[in-house]
């Protein structure tokens, strides 16, 4: 079984419409990452997670939300989709190694949007 | 602030020849430095880390990279390529700021091999 799961896998909805995507990890880690891939870009840091009550907004935030309801689940919400959010969106997991040992990041299998 | 860059877009060998992938980093400490491979319509799998010591790391499927300080970069190499190495490659720094550790990647290198 995966480290690192992610559902749905793939998704198409409309502008408009309300998404969540589900992240879920049985690795252990406390710290859990949403990111965004477009192509060309790289990927990007939406919001990341250290713990079940510390939540942190990444480089591009605006238009999501996160929800992290248990050390193994951390969900990213769209509240009103549009169409620039169309992106594969990776969760990332990490264990925390102690102050600058430079933690390792494990990614799931991604998430394809699709918000016509 | 930190970044990665990836100077090339593509890149297209044959199976068998040599590969390096490059990648320059923008850090002014001491950097983490990660590369990643993403095969089609998968997620990204670690190939290799540096944290300190050797500076040349060896990681999964025969692939290398060598930090050079001095050059704020970290190659990738690997000295036969095979067909399945065909994905896309990216190469990530980790720097800790405010407490937390977090990653900057590159745009990614895809690379094409043809038999």
């Known amino acids: 079984d995966a480290d690192v799961t992610q559902t749905p896998r793939n998704r198409i909805t409309k502008t408009g419409k309300r998404i969540m995507l589900e992240c879920s990890q049985t690795?252990?880690?406390?710290?859990m990452y949403w990111y965004r891939q477009d192509p060309g870009l790289g990927l990007r840091l939406i919001y990341y997670?250290?713990?079940?009550?510390?939540?942190n907004k990444g480089e591009i935030s605006d238009g999501y939300s996160v929800s992290r309801q248990a050390q193994a689940k951390f969900s990213l919400s769209l509240e009103s989709a549009i169409p620039n959010q169309t992106a594969l969106y990776f969760c990332a997991t990490s264990d925390f190694l102690g102050p600058g040992r430079g933690d390792t990041q494990y990614f799931g299998p991604g998430t394809r949007l699709t918000v016509l | 602030a930190q970044s990665v860059t990836q100077p090339d877009i593509h890149i297209t060998v044959s199976e068998g020849a040599s590969l390096e992938l490059r990648c320059n980093y923008s850090?002014?400490?001491?950097?983490?430095l990660f590369w990643y491979v993403q095969s089609p319509g998968q997620g990204l799998q670690l190939l290799l880390k540096?944290?300190?010591?050797?500076?040349l790391v060896q990681g999964i499927k025969g692939f290398e990279a060598e930090f050079k300080r001095s050059q704020s970069s970290f190659n990738l190499r690997k000295p036969s390529v095979h067909w399945s190495d065909a994905a896309e490659y990216f190469c990530?720094?980790?720097?800790?700021?405010?407490?937390?550790?977090?990653?900057?990647f590159g745009k990614g290198t895809k690379l094409t091999v043809n038999p």
């Open positions: 990530a720094v980790g720097y800790t700021q405010g407490g937390s550790e977090k990653l900057v």
């Open positions: 850090y002014g400490a001491t950097p983490y």
């Open positions: 997670s250290f713990d079940v009550k510390d939540i």
């Open positions: 690795k252990g880690h406390d710290r």
């Open positions: 540096y944290f300190s010591g050797d500076t």
